[in-house]
């Protein structure tokens, strides 16, 4: 089964930092490239960054650049979000999203796989 | 950055009605590869986002032929010709010409 499972939210103090992991299972992950997306509370979603298959190709959204860095281990189908300088309005779930959709012979660049979540809260 | 605006941002539908949703961007999403990298995606309640439509108008994988995507540079639309009670949840749309933007999203609920 294709699959995607986060881990490593938690409550953290403002300033603070913490690590996300994303588990890829059921499929060739070295050669999908991967997005992180999240979403606080009662809010919409919020693209975070992408990172491409080999992991030199990373773009960030402008509300993260210069605190979070995306990364990937090919070798352990993981993905990763280092966030450092955590505030409050980074408080959400973060979603690993899957980003190529091959149907029939040809793939599209496309979010088709979400995992289920990780919760983040910066809370003093 | 390229702003994606959603309307209406609440609807409520009769079974069996149709239902479409608008979106449009601060620029053209039309890339010089000549294709549109407009998306659709529907968050139902207490789930993970899944994808509906990809490039403005072709259904993903096992995604009801009732639903339907269309439009072109700047004005998008997803339309739901009959909705039924699973089709509840939050829609969005999403860019991916420039980084990545979603729309406010649209909530949708049955009457």
């Known amino acids: 089964e294709v699959q995607l499972v986060e881990s490593g939210g938690g409550l953290v103090q403002p300033g603070g930092s913490l690590r996300l992991s994303c588990a890829a299972s059921?499929?060739?992950?070295?050669?999908?490239?991967m997005n992180w997306v999240r979403q606080a509370p009662g809010k919409g979603l919020e693209w975070v960054s992408y990172?491409?298959?080999?992991?030199?190709?990373?773009y960030y959204a402008d509300s993260v650049r210069g605190r979070f860095t995306i990364s990937r281990d090919n070798a352990k189908n993981s993905l990763y979000l280092q966030m450092n300088s955590l505030r409050a309005e980074d408080t959400a779930v973060y979603y690993c999203?899957?980003?190529?959709?091959?149907?029939?012979?040809?793939?599209?660049?496309?979010?088709?796989?979400w995992g289920q979540g990780t919760m983040v809260t910066v809370s003093s | 950055d390229i702003v994606m605006t959603q309307t209406p941002l609440s609807l409520s539908v009769t079974p069996g009605q149709p239902a479409s949703i608008s979106c449009k961007s601060s620029?053209?999403?039309?890339?010089?590869?000549?294709?549109?990298?407009l998306y659709w995606y529907l968050q139902k309640p207490g789930q993970s986002p899944q994808l509906l439509i990809y490039?403005?108008?072709s259904r993903f994988s096992g995604v009801p032929d009732r639903f339907s995507g269309s439009g072109s540079g700047t004005d998008f639309t997803l339309k739901i010709s009959r909705v039924e009670a699973e089709d509840v949840g939050v829609y969005y749309c999403?860019?991916?010409?420039?980084?990545?933007?979603f729309g406010q999203g649209t909530k949708v609920e049955i009457k």
């Open positions: 620029q053209s999403l039309l890339h010089s590869d000549g294709k549109t990298y």
């Open positions: 999403m860019q991916r010409i420039h980084l990545r933007t």
């Open positions: 999203a899957r980003d190529l959709y091959c149907s029939g012979g040809s793939c599209y660049l496309a979010f088709d796989i």
């Open positions: 059921g499929f060739t992950f070295s050669s999908y490239e």
């Open positions: 990172i491409g298959t080999s992991g030199t190709t990373i």
């Open positions: 490039e403005v108008s």
